[in-house]
Each structure stands twice: as C-alpha cells, then as structure tokens.
C-alpha cells in the first residue's frame, strides 16, 4: 500500500514567493495533519482536517499561511508570502477515526527561503 | 492538556550495547502513547504504540517499550543497538481527542 505522498520533496524559492506544498493522504484515512519540524521548535501541529473540514487551524503561524483540502485524496498548505524563516521540513500526516490517534506520516517537504 | 517529556536530548551508545530513551508523558486519563523514529532526511516512522491491556509492548526492530501508569512513564529500550538504530526517536501522547503531543526527541549516535 501507498503511504502518504507529499510534493515536492525539495523546494527552494526566494522571499515574497508563492510556495505550495502537496500532501496526498492514505486512502480510507478521514483525518489529516500538517506539520512543521525545525531546529528551534521542533514537531508543530498546523492544521488538522477531519473529512475535509477543517477542524483547528490554532497552529498556523500567521495569515501568510492557508491549507485546504478540497477532496478526500488532497490537501495542499501554501504560504504566500514566503519568508526565510519559513524554511522548514514540512510535514503531512493522516489517521483513520478508528485508529487510536495513530498517525501516519509522509517523508516531508524540505522549504528553503531565501 | 496533554504534554511528554523526553529528558535527554542526546544518547551516545557503543554498537551492541542496550540502550533505553526515557519518556513521561502527562495525560489526565489513560493515554495512547507512541514512539516514533526519524532517520535523517526521512518522515517518522512508527516503532510502537500502547493501547491498553499488556503494559509491555513489542514493536518493529527489536524494540519494546513499557508503561507504567503509576510513574507516567513509557520507556522504549533496545537490548543491542545496530548502526542502524542512530536516528531521533520521539515519544507521542494522545486521548480521546484528535491530537498527538510529541516530546523534543532524542537523538542517538551509535559508535563503532
């Protein structure tokens, strides 16, 4: 089975640029997680969608920052404009209702900001 | 609110000695409690998870963990480390709500 894919693995673009990054949960999971993981912070919660809606948005950092998930299969995070200290790995996660909270995590987005 | 804490921020442990990585967690019911592994440049990975009934749980590579509910404790331990195992381990909280709270992570470097 396919684990959750994100897109792209890389991305470096420069300050005041559009960034979005593209997670693709697994299939049958109702719930999924953005993630953001630095040096300085750690593991942090962004957002999380629960069948589609989203269901606390406490995380996101500033209004520069957006998710959406628009199906069941898709979410994307943007962040426009971006700023250097964006630069982060950036992680999705999903979980099904009935599994106990365990979440299930992509390999990452690393974002560079220049 | 739920939270972990994970003490130790660095382990140095020679191949094929035991390690253990602590982890306290605060939760005021019975927590799901889980340990994840990152490899560098990689996403987490489960290792293990605690539920309920047994409070000694196996997981993937050799690991275990043990709960114990009167010290707030979830413990992993390995009995011989591999070269392999040098990754940042993070040990996880959740309840009945949606969330995990994720301790710091350790990081353990295996020498030769």
């Known amino acids: 089975d396919a684990g959750v894919i994100q897109s792209p693995r890389h991305e470096v673009t420069e300050m005041g640029q559009e960034v979005t990054l593209r997670c693709k949960p697994i299939s049958g999971h109702n719930s999924l997680f953005w993630y953001r993981q630095t040096m300085m912070r750690g593991l942090e919660l962004l957002i999380y969608?629960?069948?589609?809606?989203?269901?606390?948005d406490s995380g996101m950092p500033e209004d520069r920052f957006s998710a959406k998930m628009p199906n069941a299969s898709f979410s994307t995070l943007k962040i426009q404009p971006s700023e250097p200290r964006d630069s982060a790995v950036y992680f999705c996660a999903s979980s099904s209702s009935g599994g106990y909270n365990e979440q299930f995590f992509g390999p990452g987005t690393r974002l560079t900001v220049l | 609110a739920q939270s972990v804490t994970q003490p130790d921020i660095h382990i140095t442990v020679s191949e094929g000695a035991s390690l253990e990585l602590r982890c306290n967690y605060s939760y005021g019911a019975t927590p799901y409690l889980f340990w994840y592994v990152q490899s560098p440049g990689q996403g987490l990975q489960l290792l293990l998870k605690?539920?309920?009934?047994?409070?000694l749980v196996q997981g993937i590579k050799g690991f275990e963990a043990e709960f114990k509910r009167s010290q707030s404790s979830f413990n992993l331990r390995k009995p011989s480390v591999h070269w392999s195992d040098a990754a940042e381990y993070f040990c996880?909280?959740?309840?009945?709500?949606?969330?995990?709270?994720f301790g710091a992570g350790t990081t353990v470097t295996v020498r030769a």
């Open positions: 605690y539920f309920s009934g047994d409070t």
């Open positions: 996880a909280v959740g309840g009945s709500d949606y969330k995990l709270s």
């Open positions: 969608f629960n069948n589609n809606v989203p269901i606390d």
